[in-house]
C-alpha cells in the first residue's frame, strides 16, 4: 500500500514539474513576441524624422546616418548594414544621394525587405549644375534634393504612410493616418509661413549661389534663381577646380550678387576661398543643408531646419 501512494506521489509530482516547465516557456515565448516590434529602417536622417512624425509610437524608427553627417558619404557599420535586411521597411531617398549606402539598400530588397525611395516619387526635377551664363548647365541627372521643397516632402510623406501601412503588420492603420494628417498640416503651414517670409525678397535679389547645387527644388517651388555653385555637382564629393570658381565669380559679378549660401560645417573656408577669388567682401550664409543637427542644435527636426534656412535666406537676401 505504501508503495503504491509513493508511486502516486512521485508521478503528481513529475505532473506539476511538466506543467510549470510547459507554462514558463510559454511565458517566455511571449515575452520574446512582444520585444520582437515592427522595424522602419530610414538611411537619411531628414527622411528619419519626417518617418518618426507619422509612425510614432506604433513601431521601432530606426535612423543610419548620424546628425551633421555628410549623406553623400557616410557609410554603415556590419551592425548597421544588418538592421536593413532584417527590417520589415527600408525608407531611402535614392536618386543617388546616399552613395555609399546603396548597395545594402539593394542587398535588403533583394532578400525580400521591401523598399520605398521617397526622392523618386517625388517629382525629381533634373539638375542645373554650371553657372549662369556659362555652358552645360543641365546635366540630365536627377537632383536628390528634394526635401528644400515642403510641397513634395508633404507628398513624400503621405506615401511613406502608405508604405508604413501596407508592408509593416502590427501597425494600428487608424493612428498611423491620424498622426500623418497632423504632420500634413504642419507641412501645409511651413509653406505658406516659407511664402510669407520669401515675400519679402525683392525679385532683383532672388539669386541664390550655394555651396553646392542643393536647393533647386526650393528656387523652382519659391521664384528663386540659381547662380552658380562653388562645386558645381549635387554631391559634396566632387571639388571645385579653379577655373569652377573663376565662372561662379564671373556669374555673381554679372547678377551683382556677393552673398553665398553654405553648408553650416563649412562657412568660414567657403568665405576665404570666394574672397581671393573676388577680391573683395562676400558674405557667406550658414545653412543647414543636407543633414539634421542635434536636438536643440538648430535643426534637430526637418521642420525646424526649413524655418531656420528659409529667416536666414530672406535675411542674406534683403541685407536684414
Known sequence: MSVRVGAARVRALLVTLISFFVLAAAATGCAGGDDERPRVVVTTNILGDITRQIVGDEADVSVLMKPDADPHSFGLSAVQAAELENADLVVYNGLGLEENVLRHVEAARASGVATFAAGEAADPLTFHTGQEGGPDEESGEPDPHFWTDPDRVRKAAGLIADQVAEHVHGVDEK???????????????????????????????????????????????????????????????????????????????????????????????????????MGGDVDVVPLYSESLTEKGKGAGTYLEMMRANTSAMAGGLTGD
Not at 200 to 227: C, E, K, M, Q, S
Not at 232 to 247: H, V, W
Open 175 to 277: 493612428t498611423l493616418r491620424s498622426n500623418a494628417a497632423r504632420y500634413d498640416g504642419q507641412l501645409a503651414d511651413l509653406t505658406t509661413w516659407m511664402e510669407r517670409t520669401f515675400a519679402a525678397v525683392p525679385g532683383n535679389r532672388r539669386a541664390l549661389v550655394t555651396n553646392h547645387h542643393v536647393f533647386g527644388y526650393l528656387a523652382d517651388r519659391f521664384g528663386f534663381r540659381v547662380i552658380g555653385a562653388v562645386i558645381p555637382s549635387g554631391t559634396t564629393l566632387a571639388s571645385p577646380s579653379s577655373s569652377d570658381l573663376r565662372s561662379l565669380t564671373q556669374a555673381m559679378e554679372r547678377a551683382g550678387v556677393r552673398t553665398v549660401f553654405a553648408d553650416s560645417s563649412q562657412p568660414t573656408k567657403l568665405a576665404e576661398v570666394l574672397r581671393q577669388e
